[in-house]
């Protein structure tokens, strides 16, 4: 850690220090216009894998299942197969279009084989439905015209060749198969799904939470966790279907992968860490910032991390600098800012590591935040922080 020596003579004067002085060490006067520094160590909720970490630790010689083994103690080796449901955020259309392309297929899920479309001039074709709430699928040559009703639900395939999704945004291909799902029953609106195996689902999400050029062992680290997590998912979310955002694990189909990236999710095929003979709730963050926080499950412990720190880490340790007038903003009936006071920290690293809640005064009067508000509201990059003031 960059400051350790530091830390440690701090600790060593909080020794001596009576309740009071080590309360004030942890609060700040607010002047009436006022620049906050705030220094900070990490970025993410620190839970788990550091993949920064795991970059540091690759280079130190160490093997994914070793990296695996320090951020997730206490787990097991498993293995895990199957399909992956996943809801397709870019689509924000009642509708499913997709590009027309030789074997294109649908399939209604009220039963039947998939059948294949006829190559009949058309650039498009969509699912919709009626306003009786029967599922359409329709063609588009010179305009949009009906094929057939469906019973079911309908979902386009293409014997495992990737499928392009058209959104607002742009056209976007897919592998597995691409569905119109009403969110709840009886609704007339349509969400898109891609269902796809397992490990075809990794290849669009590991290139997008990990560099694919990093060292291979890290690669395959972020393989092994990615898996874990999208079978652990599964077992939990409702209907066991996934997001394409950082609220699950960013997604991108099949745009997404990189040879490197399918390199490593081979390398480690079907494998996932299991506790107490199950998938692992296997978090990861960007940057431990040199000690990894402790999350819900007793292998996300709280350890001191000696790989994150190496010299490729940009997010090992931060300043930014915001006006006092930010956090009236975000809390505006506190009044004007004029006192913040650190309550409670998780006790690991420097400062007393990350601030767990803190007291915002002003004013009109006080408010206690806790520290992933206090991070959210303002855009931070970790939880691990303090502050220095001056006027502005």
Known sequence: MRTRLAGLLALALLAFATPAEAAAADSWRVPTRAWLTVSG????????????????????????????GFYYP??????????????????????????????????????GAAVLL????????????????????????????????????GEFLAGGRPITLVTASGNRPYRGRLRAVAPSRGSLARDTVNDLALDQYLRGVVPLEIPASWSPEAVRAQAVAAR????????????????????????????????????????TAGQ??????APAF????????????????????????????????????????????????????????????????????????RVRSLTLTGTKGSVVVSGDTFRSA???????????LSPR
């Open 228 to 267: 874990t997590y999208a079978t652990y998912e599964r077992a939990h979310r409702p209907g066991g279907l996934l997001c394409d955002t950082t609220s699950c694990q960013v997604y991108g189909g099949q745009a997404a992968e990189h040879p490197a990236s399918d390199a490593a999710i081979r390398a």
């Open 378 to 388: 303002l855009g931070l990059r970790s939880t691990w922080l303090t502050f220095a």
């Open 41 to 68: 160590h990490g970025y993410g909720h620190g839970h788990g894998m550091s993949q920064y970490g795991a970059e540091g630790a690759a280079r130190q010689g160490l093997t994914y299942r070793q990296i695996a």
């Open 118 to 153: 006829p190559e009949n001039g058309a650039s498009r074709w969509r699912v919709t439905v009626t306003p009786q709430g029967r599922n359409r699928v329709s063609y588009r040559a010179d305009r949009w015209r009906r094929w057939r009703d469906l019973r079911g639900e």
């Open 74 to 111: 206490g787990t097991a080796w498993g293995s895990a197969a199957g399909r992956i449901r996943v809801a397709i955020s870019a689509d924000t259309s009642d509708d499913l279009v997709v590009l027309s392309r030789r074997g294109l297929m649908l399939r209604d899920t009220a039963g």
């Open 272 to 277: 996932v860490l299991t506790y107490a003979g």
């Open 282 to 353: 296997t978090q990861f963050a960007s940057s431990s910032g040199g000690w990894t926080s402790a999350g819900s499950v007793p292998y996300l412990a709280a350890v001191e991390d000696p790989y994150d720190g190496w010299a490729g880490n940009p997010v090992h340790d931060w300043t930014t600098r915001l006006a006092d007038t930010h956090i009236e903003r975000a809390w505006p009936r506190i009044g004007d800012l004029t006192g913040l006071t650190v309550t409670r920290r998780d006790g690991n690293g420097e400062w007393g590591g």
